[in-house]
T-cell receptor, first 115, second 114 residues
C-alpha cells in the first residue's frame, strides 16, 4: 500500500529559526514522484516542489531546501531563517508511476512561526 | 485571473439537499480531480477524470457523483447532503504531457451541511 507519514502534527518556532518538516513515504513502485504543498491560513493549496524517484539530488530554492533520501524513504523539507509568512500547513504527497493521478497525501504539519 | 476556479467558495446547506460544486480551469489540462479535506486528515480523492469521457472513483466516492461537461469543467454533486460531508473541497488539474503529473489546485470550497 502507498503511504505518506508526516509524524509532526504541529511545530512552533520563533522567527529566524531553522525548521525541518519530516516526510516518510512507502511504496513498492520503483518510479514515483514526491511533492510538497503549502496551505496558508487563507486555505488554498500551493505547489512547492516535486521530485522523481531517480533524482536524489537535493534542491535549494531561496530559504527552502529539500533532502530526498531513498535509503530512508524520506523527503524532508527545511526552511532556513523562518518568517511569520511561512506559517501554514505543509503537506507531503506521493504519486506512483504506475497509477498517475492518484495523489496520496500525508496528514500535514502545522507550522507556526512566532515573531 | 486564477487558472483553476471553484464556485461557490462557501456554502451552507441543510441535510438532504442536493448541492453542486463547480470547477473550471484555463490551464488546458486534460486531467481533473476532486478532493475533500477534513481537519487533521490531509486530502482524500473523491473522483478523477483523465478526459471528458473518462470518470473514475477515488478513495471516498460514496455519496458523491461527478460530471465532466467539457475539458475545462468538472462538477461534483452531493445528491443528498449529510452533516459528515461538511469539509473543504478542492478541485485540481494536471497535464498528462507532464510525466510527473503535478497537480494544481483551486482555491477550495468550504461546505457546511447542517
Amino acid at each position: 500500500a502507498q503511504k505518506v507519514t508526516q509524524a509532526q502534527t504541529e511545530i512552533s518556532v520563533v522567527e529566524k529559526e531553522d525548521v525541518t518538516l519530516d516526510c516518510v513515504y512507502e511504496t513498492r513502485d520503483t518510479t514515483y514522484y514526491l511533492f510538497w504543498y503549502k496551505q496558508p491560513p487563507s486555505g488554498e493549496l500551493v505547489f512547492l516542489i516535486r521530485r522523481n524517484s531517480f533524482d536524489e539530488q537535493n534542491e535549494i530554492s531561496g530559504r527552502y531546501s529539500w533532502n530526498f533520501q531513498k535509503s530512508t524513504s524520506s523527503f524532508n523539507f527545511t526552511i532556513t531563517a523562518s518568517q511569520v509568512v511561512d506559517s501554514a500547513v505543509y503537506f507531503c504527497a506521493l504519486v506512483r508511476g504506475s497509477t498517475l493521478g492518484r495523489l496520496y497525501f500525508g496528514r500535514g504539519t502545522q507550522l507556526t512561526v512566532w515573531p | 485571473d486564477a487558472d483553476v476556479t471553484q464556485t461557490p467558495r462557501n456554502r451552507i446547506t441543510k441535510t438532504g439537499k442536493r448541492i453542486m460544486l463547480e470547477c473550471s480551469q484555463t490551464k488546458g489540462h486534460d486531467r481533473m480531480y476532486w478532493y475533500r479535506q477534513d481537519p487533521g486528515l490531509g486530502l482524500q480523492l473523491i473522483y478523477y477524470s483523465f478526459d471528458v469521457k473518462d470518470i473514475n472513483k477515488g478513495e471516498i466516492s460514496d455519496g458523491y457523483s461527478v460530471s465532466r461537461q467539457a475539458q475545462a469543467k468538472f462538477s461534483l454533486s452531493l445528491e443528498s447532503a449529510i452533516p459528515n460531508q461538511t469539509a473543504l473541497y478542492f478541485c485540481a488539474t494536471s497535464d498528462p504531457r507532464d510525466s510527473t503529473d503535478t497537480q494544481y489546485f483551486g482555491p477550495g470550497t468550504r461546505l457546511t451541511v447542517l
